[in-house]
């Protein structure tokens, strides 16, 4: 019996387990760490999210959906919001149903009434692929089909992947998927096929908050840029020591 290459390795390395993955946290960067970060090219692509100004009404994720041909009715998404709701008994309950597409019901919660006399905080917090710069989902990849552009995007070649599975179990970020069609890995590319024309990504354009912004590392000019240079912005799962490019403004110790 004939066996392609493809199903041959994707035979072999089904059933494969990765170690457990630490706790989550985050760190808040200096100047001087975010430099160190920054590679050869002329362009960086990085990410900046301002938690204060998102208010989690969903539609970045349905634009990710419509642009990249994401499932609509299925709980998988390239981007999702996730709601925190702390409670004066110190629990802090999150949820994100669908990936938080159709925006939040403000009296519930997992599908339970919550009393708004019991809450001392709540907040929202995008998410998606961090694009780190040393991304443990290439290192993983048996057969190089997750890699690295030169301006720092991470990407998935569906030709190649055989859906192993090892990259979706080593990004710490839980940013990686099955696509439920195409039987392949899938995860958020900063829109390179937009952003590489000079476009902002899906998500960014459809923000009417403007809670979340694209832009380059390299050009002190940027906007994004000088904002990531000159005011206190953190980052998810430091200790991993992928370096994760996307920055956070206002991120909160609870997030995980």
């Known amino acids: ?62 634009a990710c959906k419509i642009e990249n041909d994401v499932p ?7 981007t999702w919001v996730e709601r925190y709701v702390v409670t004066k008994d110190g629990n802090t309950n999150i ?19 919550i009393d708004p006399d019991t809450i001392t905080k709540a907040f ?4 998606l692929c961090n694009h780190c710069k040393k991304p443990a989902c290439v290192q993983v990849c048996p057969v190089g ?11 998935v070649d569906r030709k190649w992947c055989i859906g192993c599975g090892y990259c979706i179990m080593a990004c710490p970020f839980g ?7 195409l039987k392949v890995a899938e995860k958020c590319t900063f829109c390179y096929h937009r952003i590489s024309k000079g476009l902002k990504t899906a998500c960014v354009q ?7 912004q694209i832009g380059n590392l390299k050009d002190e000019k940027d906007p994004v840029s000088q904002t990531i240079m000159t005011k206190r912005v953190g980052i998810l799962k430091d200790e991993y ?13 609870r997030v995980r």
């Open 1 to 62: 019996m004939s066996c392609s290459r493809r199903d041959l390795l994707k035979n072999t390395l089904k059933g494969a387990a990765v170690a457990s993955l630490p706790l989550s946290a985050l760190k808040v960067l200096s100047p001087a760490e975010v430099k160190a970060t920054i590679g050869d090219s002329d362009t960086r692509w990085v990410f900046l999210v301002d938690i204060q100004k998102c208010v989690g009404c969903g539609f970045c994720v349905k």
């Open 175 to 181: 940013a990686r998927f099955f696509h439920p069609t």
């Open 95 to 113: 949820d994100t149903p669908l990936g938080g597409r159709d925006g939040y019901n403000s009296d519930m919660i997992h599908g339970e009434h």
């Open 72 to 78: 609509y009715d299925v709980g998988v998404t390239r």
């Open 145 to 155: 089909a997750t890699y690295q552009t030169k301006e720092g995007c991470v990407l």
């Open 124 to 127: 929202f917090v995008p998410k």
């Open 206 to 212: 459809a923000c009417p908050f403007g809670a979340r």
């Open 241 to 253: 020591g992928t370096q994760p490019q996307v920055y956070y403004i206002g991120l909160d110790e």
